[in-house]
Protein backbone atom coordinates (compact mmCIF):
# COMPACT_ATOMS: atom_id res chain seq x y z
CA UNK A 1 0.00 0.00 0.00
CA UNK A 2 2.72 2.24 0.81
CA UNK A 3 4.71 1.52 -2.00
CA UNK A 4 1.83 1.87 -4.47
CA UNK A 5 1.26 5.69 -2.47
CA UNK A 6 4.68 6.48 -3.25
CA UNK A 7 4.61 5.41 -6.51
CA UNK A 8 1.95 7.41 -7.23
CA UNK A 9 3.57 10.92 -5.61
CA UNK A 10 6.26 10.12 -7.77
CA UNK A 11 4.26 9.90 -11.16
CA UNK A 12 2.58 13.19 -10.31
CA UNK A 13 5.54 14.78 -9.20
CA UNK A 14 7.38 13.49 -12.62
CA UNK A 15 4.33 14.26 -14.63
CA UNK A 16 3.95 18.26 -13.19
CA UNK A 17 8.16 18.87 -13.14
CA UNK A 18 6.64 17.54 -17.04
CA UNK A 19 4.29 20.12 -17.61
CA UNK A 20 6.25 23.21 -15.75
CA UNK A 21 9.07 22.81 -17.91
CA UNK A 22 6.14 22.63 -21.07
CA UNK A 23 4.70 25.26 -19.99
CA UNK A 24 6.80 27.65 -17.65
CA UNK A 25 10.23 27.84 -20.32
CA UNK A 26 9.40 29.72 -23.15
CA UNK A 27 11.33 28.35 -26.22
CA UNK A 28 12.52 31.04 -28.83
CA UNK A 29 10.16 34.13 -29.39
CA UNK A 30 7.87 33.83 -31.85
CA UNK A 31 7.66 36.65 -34.61
CA UNK A 32 4.47 38.19 -35.32
CA UNK A 33 2.76 37.01 -38.70
CA UNK A 34 3.55 41.08 -39.36
CA UNK A 35 6.44 43.08 -37.52
CA UNK A 36 6.92 45.68 -40.19
CA UNK A 37 5.03 47.66 -42.01
CA UNK A 38 6.08 49.70 -45.43
CA UNK A 39 3.47 52.52 -46.70
CA UNK A 40 4.70 53.68 -49.40
CA UNK A 41 3.03 56.78 -51.28
CA UNK A 42 3.09 57.86 -54.87
CA UNK A 43 2.17 61.39 -54.49
CA UNK A 44 -0.11 62.10 -57.64
CA UNK A 45 0.43 57.98 -59.26
CA UNK A 46 -3.04 57.80 -60.34
CA UNK A 47 -3.72 54.43 -62.73
CA UNK A 48 -2.77 56.42 -65.78
CA UNK A 49 0.99 56.78 -64.49
CA UNK A 50 1.49 53.48 -63.67
CA UNK A 51 0.10 52.23 -66.70
CA UNK A 52 2.77 54.46 -68.55
CA UNK A 53 5.37 54.05 -66.66
CA UNK A 54 4.68 49.83 -67.37
CA UNK A 55 4.60 50.67 -71.36
CA UNK A 56 8.09 53.02 -70.98
CA UNK A 57 9.70 50.96 -69.17
CA UNK A 58 12.38 47.79 -70.91
CA UNK A 59 11.41 45.39 -67.75
CA UNK A 60 8.51 44.67 -65.77
CA UNK A 61 8.10 47.11 -62.81
CA UNK A 62 8.45 46.04 -59.74
CA UNK A 63 5.02 47.13 -58.37
CA UNK A 64 3.66 44.32 -60.85
CA UNK A 65 5.07 42.10 -58.63
CA UNK A 66 2.03 42.80 -56.02
CA UNK A 67 -0.42 40.50 -56.52
CA UNK A 68 -3.27 42.14 -54.26
CA UNK A 69 -4.86 45.04 -55.24
CA UNK A 70 -7.64 47.73 -54.36
CA UNK A 71 -9.21 50.92 -54.97
CA UNK A 72 -9.30 54.15 -52.60
CA UNK A 73 -11.83 56.87 -52.66
CA UNK A 74 -10.06 59.96 -51.58
CA UNK A 75 -12.46 62.93 -51.28
CA UNK A 76 -12.03 64.88 -48.49
CA UNK A 77 -14.40 66.26 -45.66
CA UNK A 78 -14.45 69.42 -47.43
CA UNK A 79 -13.58 68.94 -51.07
CA UNK A 80 -14.25 66.10 -53.83
CA UNK A 81 -10.96 66.74 -55.24
CA UNK A 82 -8.49 65.96 -52.24
CA UNK A 83 -5.08 67.84 -51.56
CA UNK A 84 -2.17 66.08 -50.48
CA UNK A 85 -2.84 67.60 -47.06
CA UNK A 86 -5.97 66.06 -46.36
CA UNK A 87 -5.32 62.87 -47.90
CA UNK A 88 -2.19 62.53 -46.18
CA UNK A 89 -4.12 62.49 -43.19
CA UNK A 90 -6.41 60.38 -44.09
CA UNK A 91 -3.58 57.51 -44.83
CA UNK A 92 -2.20 58.38 -41.56
CA UNK A 93 -4.48 58.89 -39.08
CA UNK A 94 -7.91 57.29 -40.26
CA UNK A 95 -9.75 60.90 -40.36
CA UNK A 96 -10.92 62.60 -43.03
CA UNK A 97 -10.08 66.31 -42.98
CA UNK A 98 -9.84 69.65 -44.52
CA UNK A 99 -7.93 70.60 -47.92
CA UNK A 100 -5.03 71.46 -46.33
CA UNK A 101 -4.48 70.27 -42.92
CA UNK A 102 -1.96 68.06 -41.26
CA UNK A 103 -2.78 65.29 -38.86
CA UNK A 104 -5.65 67.27 -37.46
CA UNK A 105 -9.61 66.10 -37.68
CA UNK A 106 -12.36 68.34 -39.70
CA UNK A 107 -12.84 69.98 -36.42
CA UNK A 108 -8.80 71.19 -36.03
CA UNK A 109 -8.70 68.18 -33.07
CA UNK A 110 -4.76 66.39 -33.31
CA UNK A 111 -5.29 62.93 -33.96
CA UNK A 112 -2.83 60.22 -33.85
CA UNK A 113 -0.91 58.74 -36.65
CA UNK A 114 -0.01 55.19 -37.59
CA UNK A 115 3.95 56.27 -37.13
CA UNK A 116 2.77 57.47 -33.61
CA UNK A 117 0.82 54.40 -32.56
CA UNK A 118 3.48 52.01 -33.65
CA UNK A 119 6.25 54.20 -31.90
CA UNK A 120 3.88 53.70 -28.78
CA UNK A 121 3.82 50.49 -29.19
CA UNK A 122 8.17 50.22 -29.02
CA UNK A 123 8.37 49.78 -32.77
CA UNK A 124 10.90 51.90 -34.90
CA UNK A 125 9.50 54.37 -37.39
CA UNK A 126 10.92 56.26 -40.61
CA UNK A 127 9.81 58.94 -42.53
CA UNK A 128 11.89 58.99 -46.68
CA UNK A 129 10.68 61.61 -48.90
CA UNK A 130 12.26 63.09 -52.11
CA UNK A 131 10.09 66.14 -51.25
CA UNK A 132 10.84 68.50 -47.98
CA UNK A 133 10.33 66.31 -44.87
CA UNK A 134 8.08 69.12 -43.80
CA UNK A 135 6.12 68.75 -46.84
CA UNK A 136 2.10 67.44 -46.54
CA UNK A 137 2.65 63.98 -47.54
CA UNK A 138 5.24 62.88 -44.79
CA UNK A 139 4.37 66.01 -42.35
CA UNK A 140 0.75 64.27 -42.43
CA UNK A 141 2.71 61.36 -39.93
CA UNK A 142 4.50 63.23 -37.16
CA UNK A 143 2.59 66.91 -37.05
CA UNK A 144 -0.46 68.34 -36.17
CA UNK A 145 -1.35 72.02 -37.72
CA UNK A 146 -4.16 73.29 -39.34
CA UNK A 147 -2.12 74.45 -42.65
CA UNK A 148 0.43 72.44 -44.64
CA UNK A 149 1.89 75.68 -45.37
CA UNK A 150 3.39 76.39 -41.85
CA UNK A 151 6.79 74.40 -42.43
CA UNK A 152 8.39 76.02 -39.64
CA UNK A 153 5.56 74.48 -37.34
CA UNK A 154 5.94 71.20 -38.95
CA UNK A 155 9.43 71.40 -38.11
CA UNK A 156 8.76 72.21 -34.48
CA UNK A 157 6.74 69.14 -34.36
CA UNK A 158 9.83 66.70 -35.46
CA UNK A 159 11.01 67.52 -31.59
CA UNK A 160 7.95 66.15 -30.41
CA UNK A 161 8.09 62.46 -31.83
CA UNK A 162 11.21 61.17 -31.69
CA UNK A 163 10.90 59.12 -35.37
CA UNK A 164 14.00 56.89 -35.58
CA UNK A 165 15.07 57.68 -39.28
CA UNK A 166 13.85 60.32 -41.24
CA UNK A 167 15.53 61.22 -44.94
CA UNK A 168 14.18 64.18 -47.38
CA UNK A 169 15.19 67.75 -48.06
CA UNK A 170 13.82 70.47 -45.28
CA UNK A 171 17.17 71.95 -44.26
CA UNK A 172 15.70 75.23 -44.48
CA UNK A 173 12.49 75.15 -42.44
CA UNK A 174 14.71 73.55 -39.35
CA UNK A 175 18.16 75.90 -39.89
CA UNK A 176 16.84 79.09 -41.12
CA UNK A 177 13.53 80.10 -39.80
CA UNK A 178 12.05 83.26 -38.96
CA UNK A 179 12.08 82.86 -35.52
CA UNK A 180 15.53 82.75 -35.45
CA UNK A 181 15.74 78.78 -33.80
CA UNK A 182 18.15 76.29 -34.75
CA UNK A 183 16.60 72.96 -34.85
CA UNK A 184 19.53 71.33 -35.70
CA UNK A 185 20.89 71.95 -32.63
CA UNK A 186 17.64 70.59 -31.07
CA UNK A 187 17.40 67.65 -33.02
CA UNK A 188 20.85 66.77 -32.05
CA UNK A 189 19.77 67.40 -27.99
CA UNK A 190 17.55 64.63 -28.74
CA UNK A 191 19.98 61.98 -29.73
CA UNK A 192 20.09 63.05 -33.66
CA UNK A 193 23.01 62.21 -35.96
CA UNK A 194 21.98 65.01 -38.89
CA UNK A 195 23.54 64.64 -41.96
CA UNK A 196 23.23 66.89 -44.89
CA UNK A 197 24.58 65.16 -47.86
CA UNK A 198 23.37 61.39 -49.31
CA UNK A 199 26.78 59.96 -48.91
CA UNK A 200 27.09 61.04 -45.09
CA UNK A 201 23.23 60.05 -45.00
CA UNK A 202 24.61 56.22 -46.81
CA UNK A 203 27.27 55.85 -44.72
CA UNK A 204 25.97 56.63 -40.97
CA UNK A 205 25.13 53.88 -38.47
CA UNK A 206 23.65 55.62 -36.42
CA UNK A 207 20.28 54.50 -34.53
CA UNK A 208 18.64 58.14 -34.98
CA UNK A 209 19.05 59.81 -38.30
CA UNK A 210 18.24 63.26 -39.26
CA UNK A 211 18.84 63.26 -42.87
CA UNK A 212 18.26 66.94 -44.65
CA UNK A 213 19.36 66.67 -47.44
CA UNK A 214 18.13 69.57 -49.66
CA UNK A 215 17.09 72.87 -48.53
CA UNK A 216 13.20 72.69 -49.20
CA UNK A 217 12.57 69.67 -51.94
CA UNK A 218 15.31 67.29 -53.99
CA UNK A 219 15.50 68.47 -57.34
CA UNK A 220 14.45 66.06 -59.63
CA UNK A 221 16.16 62.68 -60.61
CA UNK A 222 16.86 64.26 -64.26
CA UNK A 223 17.87 66.99 -62.45
CA UNK A 224 20.78 65.05 -60.30
CA UNK A 225 18.71 63.66 -57.40
CA UNK A 226 19.96 60.44 -58.83
CA UNK A 227 18.95 57.36 -57.20
CA UNK A 228 18.16 59.24 -53.79
CA UNK A 229 14.91 57.72 -53.25
CA UNK A 230 15.66 53.87 -53.20
CA UNK A 231 19.02 54.12 -51.61
CA UNK A 232 17.39 56.37 -48.75
CA UNK A 233 14.91 53.50 -48.42
CA UNK A 234 17.23 50.79 -48.31
CA UNK A 235 19.20 52.72 -45.54
CA UNK A 236 16.32 53.71 -43.53
CA UNK A 237 14.90 49.66 -43.42
CA UNK A 238 18.54 48.71 -42.77
CA UNK A 239 18.15 50.73 -39.24
CA UNK A 240 14.49 50.20 -38.47
CA UNK A 241 15.38 46.62 -38.95
CA UNK A 242 17.54 46.59 -35.95
CA UNK A 243 14.83 46.75 -33.54
CA UNK A 244 13.37 43.43 -32.74
CA UNK A 245 9.98 44.79 -32.21
CA UNK A 246 9.79 45.40 -35.51
CA UNK A 247 9.11 48.62 -37.70
CA UNK A 248 6.69 51.25 -39.52
CA UNK A 249 8.03 53.39 -42.51
CA UNK A 250 6.38 55.62 -45.34
CA UNK A 251 8.24 56.03 -48.30
CA UNK A 252 7.16 59.18 -50.71
CA UNK A 253 7.74 59.87 -54.40
CA UNK A 254 6.66 62.72 -53.58
CA UNK A 255 7.69 64.47 -57.03
CA UNK A 256 5.86 62.34 -59.35
CA UNK A 257 3.41 65.00 -58.51
CA UNK A 258 4.93 67.83 -59.10
CA UNK A 259 5.64 66.39 -62.54
CA UNK A 260 2.16 65.72 -63.57
CA UNK A 261 1.03 69.32 -62.50
CA UNK A 262 3.87 70.77 -64.80
CA UNK A 263 1.92 68.33 -67.54
CA UNK A 264 5.93 67.23 -68.26
CA UNK A 265 5.91 63.67 -69.66
CA UNK A 266 9.25 62.60 -69.15
CA UNK A 267 9.25 63.89 -66.00
CA UNK A 268 6.48 61.67 -64.63
CA UNK A 269 7.79 58.79 -66.22
CA UNK A 270 11.04 59.05 -64.82
CA UNK A 271 9.74 60.07 -61.20
CA UNK A 272 7.40 56.92 -61.21
CA UNK A 273 10.06 54.75 -62.60
CA UNK A 274 12.21 55.79 -59.91
CA UNK A 275 9.36 55.18 -57.15
CA UNK A 276 9.50 51.89 -58.39
CA UNK A 277 13.11 51.35 -57.97
CA UNK A 278 12.20 51.79 -54.51
CA UNK A 279 9.78 49.58 -54.67
CA UNK A 280 11.83 47.16 -55.46
CA UNK A 281 14.56 47.76 -52.89
CA UNK A 282 11.41 47.70 -50.68
CA UNK A 283 10.13 44.13 -51.81
CA UNK A 284 13.20 42.79 -51.69
CA UNK A 285 13.60 43.17 -48.10
CA UNK A 286 9.98 41.91 -47.31
CA UNK A 287 10.47 38.43 -49.83
CA UNK A 288 13.77 37.82 -47.70
CA UNK A 289 12.24 38.82 -44.33
CA UNK A 290 8.56 36.97 -44.75
CA UNK A 291 6.78 38.79 -41.82
CA UNK A 292 6.73 42.56 -43.44
CA UNK A 293 3.63 44.22 -45.18
CA UNK A 294 4.07 46.15 -47.95
CA UNK A 295 1.42 48.50 -48.99
CA UNK A 296 2.09 50.98 -52.41
CA UNK A 297 -0.18 53.63 -53.12
CA UNK A 298 -1.07 57.38 -54.07
CA UNK A 299 -2.42 59.87 -52.03
CA UNK A 300 -4.52 60.85 -55.46
CA UNK A 301 -4.34 61.24 -58.89
CA UNK A 302 -2.80 64.16 -60.50
CA UNK A 303 -3.11 65.86 -64.07
CA UNK A 304 -5.98 63.40 -65.58
CA UNK A 305 -3.07 61.78 -67.33
CA UNK A 306 -4.85 59.98 -70.33
CA UNK A 307 -3.01 57.80 -72.85
CA UNK A 308 -4.01 58.63 -76.19
CA UNK A 309 -1.54 56.70 -77.85
CA UNK A 310 1.39 54.99 -77.93
CA UNK A 311 3.25 51.63 -78.81
CA UNK A 312 4.29 48.41 -76.58
CA UNK A 313 7.02 47.50 -78.89
CA UNK A 314 8.40 50.86 -79.00
CA UNK A 315 7.93 51.41 -75.56
CA UNK A 316 6.01 54.81 -76.05
CA UNK A 317 2.95 56.71 -74.86
CA UNK A 318 1.42 59.85 -76.08
CA UNK A 319 0.01 61.12 -73.00
CA UNK A 320 -3.03 63.90 -72.51
CA UNK A 321 -3.52 65.88 -69.18
CA UNK A 322 -6.76 67.99 -69.15
CA UNK A 323 -5.88 69.26 -65.57
CA UNK A 324 -2.70 70.74 -64.33
CA UNK A 325 -4.59 69.99 -60.58
CA UNK A 326 -5.44 66.70 -58.77
CA UNK A 327 -8.46 64.73 -59.51
CA UNK A 328 -11.24 62.53 -58.02
CA UNK A 329 -10.99 59.42 -59.44
CA UNK A 330 -9.93 56.57 -57.18
CA UNK A 331 -6.15 55.34 -57.08
CA UNK A 332 -4.96 51.75 -56.77
CA UNK A 333 -3.14 50.29 -54.40
CA UNK A 334 -0.94 47.48 -54.06
CA UNK A 335 -0.17 44.98 -51.39
CA UNK A 336 2.37 42.51 -50.68
CA UNK A 337 3.75 40.10 -48.13
CA UNK A 338 1.62 38.56 -44.61
CA UNK A 339 -1.72 40.43 -44.32
CA UNK A 340 -1.75 42.01 -48.52
CA UNK A 341 -5.27 40.10 -48.65
CA UNK A 342 -6.97 42.43 -46.55
CA UNK A 343 -5.99 45.72 -49.32
CA UNK A 344 -8.30 44.23 -51.95
CA UNK A 345 -11.62 45.44 -53.20
CA UNK A 346 -12.78 49.40 -52.71
CA UNK A 347 -12.39 51.62 -49.71
CA UNK A 348 -12.13 55.24 -48.50
CA UNK A 349 -8.62 56.18 -47.96
CA UNK A 350 -9.33 56.18 -44.09
CA UNK A 351 -9.80 52.21 -44.38
CA UNK A 352 -6.22 51.81 -44.75
CA UNK A 353 -5.06 53.66 -41.40
CA UNK A 354 -7.68 50.90 -39.43
CA UNK A 355 -6.00 47.94 -41.86
CA UNK A 356 -2.74 48.84 -40.82
CA UNK A 357 -3.74 48.92 -36.85
CA UNK A 358 -5.47 45.27 -37.29
CA UNK A 359 -2.35 43.76 -39.06
CA UNK A 360 -0.06 45.07 -36.11
CA UNK A 361 -2.49 43.80 -33.93
CA UNK A 362 -3.09 46.87 -32.11
CA UNK A 363 -6.93 46.85 -32.55
CA UNK A 364 -9.02 49.55 -33.28
CA UNK A 365 -9.12 53.11 -33.03
CA UNK A 366 -12.19 55.69 -32.52
MG1 LIG B 1 3.66 64.82 -51.10
ZN1 LIG C 1 -0.30 68.19 -56.11
Not at 27 to 54: Q, Y
Not at 187 to 199: I, P, S
Not at 273 to 290: H, K, P, S, T, W
Request: with cysteine.
Amino acid sequence: MKKTSTLLLSVILIASLISWSLTEKPGPKEIPEIRNIVLMIGDGMGLGAVSSAITVSHHPLNIERCNIIGLQKTFSSDHYITDSGAAGTALATGNKTNNGAIGVDSQGKSVKSILEIAKENGLATGLVTTSAITDATPASFIAHESSRNSYEDIAKDFLKTDVDVFIGGGYDHFAFRTDKLYLIDSLKVRGYKVETTMNAVLKSTSLKLAGLIAPVNSPSRLNGRGDMLPASSRKAIEILNKNPKGFFLMIEGGEIDLAAHAKDETALMEETLDFDDAVGEVLNFAQNDGHTLVVITADHETGGVAIIGGSIKAHKVLLNFPTNSHTAVMVPVFAYGPGAEKFSGIYDNTALFQKFLASYGFGEIK
